[in-house]
């Protein structure tokens, strides 16, 4: 069975999260993703995550999450030798990912500029925080620096909280999934048209499009998003509610869902109440109104009333931790997790999460588990021409 990007090679030569994710993608439709890496460190990642023991190892969780699929090849940039293997390689790829700061492979004399003489057709993409130009085109990119500029923590949490930062790095996140998304986009083109593409992704401006209602908003109707913590401003009662054993999210957005949810929790009188009778009227009221669903709700727990909701047509779903989450039947049943046994480096079982989609013609998922630095330095080296000898003279000299 061929995979959507099978017959690709992309080569990653990103750090952490936003360009590794990018590449995880790629790798999880079948391409042919190699992980360039400086020879002794590699990838940050490789050092971050909470188990210290996979730190110290270089197999950190934090890079083990997103380099499943991926082949390792440590390969010194800065040396000339380093340059001319490289080089090489590049002659065989499709795509390379990047996400050092702007300039910094032009200086290194590896730049799309220079690339496209020897690969003309390459797609060549760039992740920075803020773009190749613009005022602040030279400042370090961290997910928390994005999400603060953003407006991001501007809106969440509440009036007494905010800014408040997400609890996980959406900027990154976004950052790598919109360059997967253009990346993918140019080969396509290429495949019609012959022609290879510079994509420059700036974590800034992905982000601040992924804000969708808090951006067009303002810019349409000219009112400034504010952070109201588990609520939702387009509409009551939506939100998330007190139960007698957990908490439940509950989205009656609709004069439908609003009824049906008032006769479910045996309330039929809320519906004629002037205070909750329609839309508008529910958002200016929607304090008084979540008191009285929750004595209601405070009856029963969170996972009673998301299964006697849903089957009447009333959208809600328990408030559930991570832990819960990926063992919900729901998780287990479509397959997200894929565990490797007694994975190399790593010496023990490593599980990590496929896409977040499914296909007919067969699931994206990781063929392998996420390499040893320079795992696969001799197969890469071979395949470009280098002898035995010449690629033992290269490790000598601290090239690979």
């Given at each position: 069975?061929?995979?959507?990007l099978?017959?690709?090679r992309?080569?990653?030569?990103?750090?952490?999260?936003?360009?590794?994710f990018?590449?995880?993608?790629m790798?999880?439709?079948?391409?042919?993703?190699?992980?360039?890496?400086?020879?002794?460190s590699?990838?940050?990642a490789r050092?971050?995550?909470?188990?210290v023991?996979?730190?110290?190892?270089?197999?950190?969780?934090?890079?083990l999450?997103?380099?499943?699929?991926?082949?390792?090849?440590?390969l010194?940039?800065k040396?000339?030798?380093?340059?001319?293997?490289?080089?090489?390689?590049?002659k065989?790829?499709?795509?390379?990912?990047?996400?050092?700061?702007?300039?910094?492979?032009?200086?290194l004399?590896?730049?799309?500029?220079?690339?496209?003489?020897?690969?003309?057709?390459?797609v060549?993409?760039?992740?920075?925080?803020?773009?190749?130009?613009?005022p602040?085109?030279?400042?370090?990119?961290?997910?928390?620096i994005?999400?603060?500029?953003?407006?991001?923590?501007?809106?969440?949490?509440?009036?007494?909280?905010a800014?408040?930062?997400?609890g996980?790095?959406v900027?990154?996140?976004m950052?790598?999934?919109?360059?997967?998304?253009?990346?993918?986009?140019?080969?396509?083109?290429r495949e019609?048209?012959?022609?290879?593409?510079?994509?420059?992704v700036?974590?800034?401006?992905?982000t601040?499009?992924?804000m969708?209602w808090?951006?067009?908003?303002w810019?349409i109707?000219?009112?400034?998003?504010k952070?109201?913590?588990?609520?939702?401003?387009?509409?009551?009662?939506?939100?998330?509610?007190?139960?007698?054993?957990g908490l439940?999210?509950?989205?009656?957005n609709?004069?439908?869902q609003?009824?049906?949810?008032?006769?479910?929790?045996?309330r039929?009188?809320l519906?004629?109440?002037?205070?909750?009778?329609?839309?508008e009227?529910?958002?200016?009221?929607?304090?008084?109104?979540?008191?009285?669903?929750?004595?209601?709700?405070?009856?029963?727990?969170?996972?009673y009333w998301?299964?006697?909701?849903?089957?009447?047509?009333?959208?809600?779903?328990?408030?559930?931790?991570?832990?819960?989450?990926?063992?919900?039947?729901?998780t287990v049943?479509?397959?997200?997790?894929?565990?490797?046994?007694?994975?190399d480096?790593?010496?023990r079982?490593?599980?990590?999460?496929?896409?977040?989609?499914?296909?007919?013609?067969?699931?994206p998922?990781?063929?392998?588990?996420?390499?040893?630095l320079?795992?696969?330095?001799?197969?890469?080296?071979t395949?470009?021409?280098?002898?035995?000898s010449?690629?033992?003279?290269?490790k000598?000299?601290?090239i690979?």
């Amino acid at each position: 069975m061929v995979k959507q990007l099978e017959g690709l090679r992309v080569l990653d030569l990103t750090n952490v999260l936003a360009g590794p994710f990018c590449a995880y993608q790629m790798a999880l439709l079948g391409a042919e993703v190699i992980k360039v890496e400086k020879p002794g460190s590699g990838d940050l990642a490789r050092q971050l995550g909470a188990d210290v023991e996979l730190n110290r190892r270089y197999m950190g969780a934090s890079f083990l999450a997103q380099n499943a699929g991926k082949k390792s090849l440590s390969l010194n940039l800065k040396s000339e030798i380093g340059k001319k293997v490289f080089l090489k390689l590049v002659k065989t790829a499709d795509a390379l990912i990047e996400n050092f700061r702007p300039g910094v492979m032009d200086r290194l004399g590896l730049g799309y500029e220079d690339l496209k003489k020897i690969k003309p057709d390459l797609v060549y993409c760039a992740i920075s925080g803020f773009g190749k130009d613009g005022p602040l085109k030279n400042n370090p990119a961290y997910d928390q620096i994005i999400q603060g500029m953003s407006g991001v923590m501007s809106i969440t949490g509440n009036e007494e909280c905010a800014p408040l930062r997400v609890g996980y790095p959406v900027a990154d996140t976004m950052g790598g999934i919109t360059a997967a998304f253009a990346t993918t986009a140019a080969l396509f083109k290429r495949e019609r048209t012959g022609q290879g593409e510079y994509i420059d992704v700036s974590m800034l401006e992905s982000t601040i499009v992924a804000m969708g209602w808090a951006v067009s908003n303002w810019l349409i109707a000219g009112v400034e998003a504010k952070p109201i913590g588990n609520e939702n401003m387009t509409a009551s009662p939506s939100g998330t509610f007190i139960t007698g054993e957990g908490l439940l999210n509950i989205a009656a957005n609709r004069q439908t869902q609003f009824v049906k949810l008032c006769h479910v929790l045996g309330r039929p009188d809320l519906i004629e109440d002037m205070r909750f009778k329609d839309r508008e009227a529910r958002k200016l009221y929607r304090t008084e109104l979540k008191q009285e669903l929750e004595s209601e709700l405070r009856k029963n727990k969170a996972s009673y009333w998301a299964l006697l909701l849903n089957d009447n047509d009333i959208p809600a779903g328990e408030v559930l931790n991570i832990p819960d989450i990926l063992v919900h039947p729901q998780t287990v049943g479509r397959g997200l997790i894929k565990k490797f046994h007694s994975v190399d480096g790593a010496d023990r079982d490593i599980s990590v999460v496929r896409s977040g989609f499914r296909l007919n013609s067969g699931d994206p998922k990781p063929a392998t588990p996420p390499p040893v630095l320079g795992q696969d330095n001799d197969s890469i080296l071979t395949s470009l021409g280098y002898s035995s000898s010449e690629i033992e003279s290269l490790k000598q000299q601290e090239i690979v």
